[in-house]
């Protein structure tokens, strides 16, 4: 597994982070099942949020009750929480006062003093930036969180947060795979009329994202678009699953790993966020992070997908 410093920060992060959205009714044995194949595979790095469960703050429960962490296991880990999504609804909130209780809950629920990294998980249209920066401000005062960044937030809104947050933004967790790519595919294709796919829907955040040393974290790295299933062994995407499969026996990896490595191949830098609870499958995609796919191999599984390389 390879690792690199995160920017802004003095963790040592995978390239690939475990993400923890779907364990509130796994048990004990489950948990840690799952948790030890990502240890065992170099992935040291746990992505939670308070709204995972149900309820509030219960698959960070799930995980605290399921490990039960000695000081020096914890200190081993890098834990990555997210806030600002509130149901009934739903709404978003970063609201100063639902900052601090939601990190107070995250604390409690996962049993820690700290909070390695905050995310603002989706943008709030209501947002106002002066009570996010004073929410950031006791928060890292106080020691209870270390690093702060955001998720699905375009350059605009990160630049109004910059405005006025005083901690540099490490992240920026955001949905990307190889068939769920606008943030790619609609640059590639600037300047051509009539095609879809020159569409702006991504507003320059992964350049953006560069300029400013901010990581991007891609979530949902399996899946075809917006929560609409795998495209691994679909028989909707025959020609990219094709490709993965060949590349996959050229490299001796299974297809999960192809899939990773097509996006840590991008010279952002980024992170790779699984969401799968089958210890195996944290296994096969891990291996990704040791295969640099050449040039030619990425562009085929961009094309395969479906784009244009003009």
Same mark, same amino acid.
């Given at each position: 597994?390879? *690792?690199?410093?995160?920017?802004? /920060?003095?963790?040592?992060?995978?390239?690939?982070?475990?993400?923890?959205?779907?364990?509130?009714?796994?048990?004990?044995?489950?948990?840690?099942?799952?948790?030890?194949?990502?240890?065992?595979?170099?992935?040291?790095?746990?992505?939670?949020?308070?709204?995972?469960?149900?309820?509030?703050?219960?698959?960070?429960?799930?995980?605290?009750?399921?490990?039960?962490?000695?000081?020096?296991?914890?200190?081993?880990?890098?834990?990555? /929480?997210?806030?600002?999504?509130?149901?009934?609804?739903?709404?978003?909130?970063?609201?100063?006062?639902?900052?601090?209780?939601?990190?107070?809950?995250?604390?409690?629920?996962?049993? &820690?003093?700290?909070?390695?990294?905050?995310?603002?998980?989706?943008?709030?249209?209501?947002?106002?930036?002066?009570?996010?920066?004073?929410?950031?401000?006791?928060?890292?005062?106080?020691?209870?969180?270390?690093?702060?960044?955001? $998720?699905?937030?375009?350059?605009?809104?990160?630049?109004?947060?910059?405005?006025?947050?005083?901690?540099?933004?490490?992240?920026?967790?955001?949905?990307? $795979?190889?068939?769920?790519?606008?943030?790619?595919?609609?640059?590639?294709?600037?300047?051509?009329?009539?095609?879809?796919?020159?569409?702006?829907?991504?507003?320059?955040?992964?350049?953006?994202?560069?300029?400013?040393?901010?990581?991007?974290?891609?979530? $949902?790295?399996?899946?075809?678009?917006?929560?609409?299933?795998?495209?691994?062994?679909?028989?909707?995407?025959?020609?990219?699953?094709?490709?993965?499969?060949?590349?996959?026996?050229?490299?001796?990896?299974?297809?999960?790993?192809?899939?990773?490595?097509?996006?840590?191949?991008?010279?952002?830098?980024?992170?790779?966020?699984?969401? &799968? *609870?089958?210890?195996?499958?944290?296994?096969?995609?891990?291996?990704?992070?040791?295969?640099?796919?050449?040039?030619?191999?990425?562009?085929?599984?961009?094309?395969?997908?479906?784009?244009?390389?003009?």
């Amino acid at each position: 597994m390879r *690792t690199f410093t995160l920017p802004h /920060t003095d963790i040592v992060v995978p390239d690939v982070v475990l993400g923890l959205m779907r364990i509130v009714e796994k048990s004990d044995e489950e948990v840690r099942a799952l948790v030890s194949a990502a240890l065992d595979a170099g992935i040291d790095f746990m992505d939670h949020a308070d709204i995972y469960g149900p309820p509030y703050h219960g698959c960070e429960r799930r995980f605290a009750e399921a490990l039960r962490l000695t000081p020096s296991e914890r200190d081993r880990l890098t834990l990555q /929480t997210k806030c600002g999504i509130r149901q009934p609804g739903p709404y978003f909130d970063f609201s100063y006062e639902h900052i601090v209780s939601s990190v107070e809950g995250s604390l409690e629920a996962l049993g &820690t003093d700290r909070i390695d990294i905050l995310l603002l998980h989706r943008p709030d249209a209501l947002v106002e930036p002066e009570e996010v920066a004073r929410a950031f401000d006791d928060l890292e005062a106080a020691g209870k969180v270390r690093h702060f960044g955001v $998720s699905n937030h375009t350059p605009g809104q990160m630049d109004l947060l910059r405005k006025h947050v005083r901690q540099p933004l490490v992240a920026n967790q955001i949905q990307l $795979s190889i068939t769920h790519a606008p943030t790619i595919a609609g640059p590639m294709a600037m300047n051509m009329a009539a095609l879809d796919q020159s569409i702006a829907r991504d507003t320059g955040v992964i350049d953006y994202c560069r300029l400013h040393d901010i990581t991007l974290q891609a979530w $949902s790295p399996f899946q075809a678009g917006f929560f609409t299933g795998p495209f691994l062994g679909s028989p909707e995407y025959p020609e990219l699953n094709a490709v993965i499969d060949r590349l996959a026996a050229q490299y001796d990896v299974p297809a999960e790993a192809i899939a990773v490595a097509w996006l840590t191949r991008h010279p952002a830098r980024m992170q790779v966020v699984l969401g &799968t *609870t089958t210890p195996a499958r944290v296994a096969a995609a891990a291996q990704g992070s040791d295969i640099t796919l050449t040039r030619a191999e990425w562009y085929a599984l961009f094309r395969a997908a479906g784009y244009l390389v003009p």
